[in-house]
């Protein structure tokens, strides 16, 4: 049997049906900070409505940068895949979220600023992160069809009732070196981009931005709109058909990058 050795204390997994899922949520809310570097668990009980239903979360994770956000559900394996576990992420991956989720957020969560929460909402919808108390390898492949990450957080006890955790697998990550993504909207004009995370921008709407591409440098101009914030270059720019990621280098100049160039800056 596995054990964990901590300090002289010996910790064994926790049986199955041993905890509630509050009791599991809990553990994993109070060891937040180790679990998820460079991100602030927040509770989330607020329901959203999507085509799949009307559902709510139990967490959001929000980088500290607010360059992505998740939504957490936190299960037990003994729940039902199908009955229980899928309808839920199919409901909160397709929900839209907007500044009544921001608000949620920010009420929520103090040390989060609440005009950045707001901007973050105008960015890429969050994905759906599914935290299991074992390993259930037949949940991997739908959730991923889902776009959606499963994480795996075991519970150990000890002799004494201290609960320790042993996370399996990878959890969400920001590369802190990339400020955003951005998609082309070639219908508009082959200079725009949507920016995916609109809250780490360092300029803010209406003001310009001098970003750097293929070695030379233009202006690009940030423009808000209801729902969206895009990057709009003055001229000059060849036409974009994929996404790329907006970098800061170590000098702080701005640079575009497509997605291998971007997977090699890791």
């Known amino acids: 049997m596995n054990r964990l050795v901590i300090r002289g204390q010996v910790y064994r997994p926790l049986a199955v049906h041993a905890l509630l899922e509050s009791e599991f949520a809990a553990l994993v809310r109070q060891d937040a900070t180790a679990l998820f570097p460079a991100f602030h668990l927040v509770p989330f009980a607020l329901p959203v409505q ?11 994770l929000v980088h500290s940068g607010y360059r992505q956000w998740w939504v957490v559900e936190v299960e037990l394996s003994t729940h039902s ?23 949620h957020l920010a009420s929520r969560a103090p040390e989060l600023d609440p005009r950045s929460l707001e901007q973050m909402m105008l960015g890429a919808q969050p994905r759906v992160l599914v935290v299991v108390e074992e390993p ?5 492949l739908p959730l991923a069809v889902l ?13 004494r009732d201290a609960f320790a955790l042993r996370a399996v697998g990878a959890p969400p990550v ?22 995916q995370s609109p809250a780490a921008l360092p300029v803010a709407s209406g003001a310009s931005l001098e ?10 101009r940030r423009i808000d709109v209801q729902d969206k914030v ?7 720019i060849p036409r974009l058909n994929e996404p790329v990621a907006l970098a ?3 000098s702080g100049r701005f640079v575009l990058l497509d997605a291998s160039a971007a997977r090699r800056r890791r």
């Open 50 to 60: 999507s085509e799949y239903g009307r559902f709510a979360a139990d967490f959001a």
């Open 81 to 103: 895949f199908a009955q229980h576990v899928m309808p839920q992420v199919q409901a909160l991956s397709s929900a839209s979220y907007s500044i009544r989720e921001a608000r």
């Open 136 to 140: 259930c390898s037949s949940w991997e």
């Open 147 to 159: 776009g959606a990450h499963l994480m795996v957080i075991e519970v150990y006890r000890s002799e």
């Open 174 to 195: 920001a590369d802190d070196r990339i400020v955003s993504w951005c998609v082309p909207e070639p219908a508009l004009g082959r200079a725009f981009l949507a920016v």
């Open 211 to 220: 970003i750097e591409m293929c070695g030379r440098s233009s202006m690009w």
């Open 230 to 236: 895009w990057l709009v270059a003055d001229s000059g």
């Open 248 to 250: 800061c280098t170590e």
